[in-house]
């Protein structure tokens, strides 16, 4: 886990670090610290204050914690970090403590420096201090109490994406309709079921069939319908799709056409939308929607001369004494500011040939938004993490799904 990077110096080295932060909300006060040993060791504290306080008294308990946790750990140089302003001015003498609230907890804290051969602190912006300060919110959202344990909280690193709401995983092994089969076969119903769950059963186990081992599903035309469990949805899904006769349809007519085929699952109609939503062809092919996807917001503080609007006027007869019959137009898309002149003929630096024609895209992409502004601005990076030169507006992007 790495919460930022920065450059040590060669006599910062032997130096453990401390980050800290507090919050103070109306659902409670909530403190959190991080302690770094010199081998990159990450040692987290997060507590719940039980108390009414400001939040730069949570800020001070906070500190004040981070560094008794140290003195435990018979630490003799410390660094903190932390992103409160105040608190990190106040500690390191350079402004003046007005608040008497805050005047024991500075006292406090100067007693316990006594106990350090050597302690600076440090402020850092609070967007390099997220982890901290998520985990703070955190703590100040739990009600504590004596007589009950505490939950316990998990992180987990994954690697791959994870692709929501399609063909449900079988984590027991078993098919979705292993229970629907069983009943009809053996009139059983699943181990611990409610009343309302074997009525819910016995429901669905009217609308199938069971053939020797071959479970259908009947029609409302009485046909038979094949049922499929998830690893052959999938299959299917992909086959009929984009397959070798696949047109890239949308998902209600690749519904209808599995249903042709004869074979269905439960939640079929569901997985082709999802299926078709996700697919990189048909986002990247897709017709130009006037609708923007979101609300258009108004650019009060525009970027003059980044976004030209270019136009050719010609040829123009007779031509000009110089020989000019071409004109180029060259119009700034926020200021209209107007740019003229005049040509012979079209430079062939200005000639762009588009070789694909009406096969083009219609979108470029795929791209991470890096920064959203609250005016509508938007910067964006590749999936190289390398960033687009300038931003652009949000009524002009589009949401990717993956």
């Known amino acids: ?145 004596l007589h009950e344990d505490l939950p316990y909280i998990e992180f987990k690193c994954r690697s791959e994406p994870a692709h929501c709401c399609l063909i449900e995983e079988e984590e027991d092994g078993k098919p979705w309709y292993f229970n629907i089969k069983r009943y009809i076969e053996d009139k059983e119903y699943p181990p611990k079921a409610s009343n309302n769950d074997k009525r819910m059963l016995r429901r669905l186990a009217a609308g199938f069939l069971l053939s020797g081992n071959i479970l259908y599903k009947r029609n409302h035309d009485m046909v038979l319908l094949r049922r499929v469990d998830a690893r052959k949805a999938e299959q299917m899904l992909i086959e009929v799709h984009e397959g070798s006769f696949g047109t890239h349809a949308n998902g209600h007519a690749m519904a209808r056409k599995i249903l042709g085929a004869g074979y269905y699952w439960l939640t079929m109609e569901r997985n082709c939308c999802v299926h078709v939503r996700k697919c990189h062809k048909c986002q990247t092919f897709a017709d130009n929607v006037n609708a923007p996807p979101v609300p258009l917001n108004v650019l009060v503080e525009p970027w003059p001369f980044s976004m030209w609007v270019i136009d050719v006027i010609g040829a123009i007869k007779p031509k000009a004494s110089n020989g000019h019959c071409i004109i180029l137009i060259a119009i700034d898309y926020f200021t209209k500011w107007v740019e003229a002149a005049s040509y012979a003929s079209v430079p062939r630096n200005m000639v762009q040939k588009d070789h694909k024609g009406k096969w083009a895209s219609n979108y470029e992409g795929s791209f991470v938004v890096k920064k959203a502004f609250s005016r509508g601005a938007l910067l964006l990076m590749n999936m190289d993490n390398k960033d687009l030169p300038s931003p652009v507006n949000s009524d002009i992007v589009k949401r990717y799904y993956a």
């Open 1 to 145: 886990m790495t919460l930022f990077e920065e450059e040590v110096e060669d006599e910062d080295r032997d130096k453990w670090i401390v980050w800290f932060d507090g919050a103070s909300n109306a659902l409670g006060h909530g403190v959190k610290e991080v302690l770094v040993s010199l081998d990159k060791q990450y040692i987290p504290f997060m507590a719940r204050l039980c108390f009414d306080c400001t939040n730069n008294i949570a800020e001070y308990k906070t500190c004040a914690l981070g560094i008794r946790a140290a003195i435990n750990f018979w630490v003799n140089l410390l660094k903190v970090y932390g992103n409160s302003t105040l608190i990190i001015h106040q500690l390191k003498g350079e402004w003046e403590t007005r608040d008497h609230k805050l005047v024991p907890y500075q006292a406090y804290i100067k007693k316990l420096m006594e106990f350090l051969d050597d302690i600076s602190f440090h402020h850092i912006p609070r967007e390099e201090n997220q982890m901290v300060d998520a985990l703070t919110t955190l703590a100040s959202m739990f009600k504590v109490s």
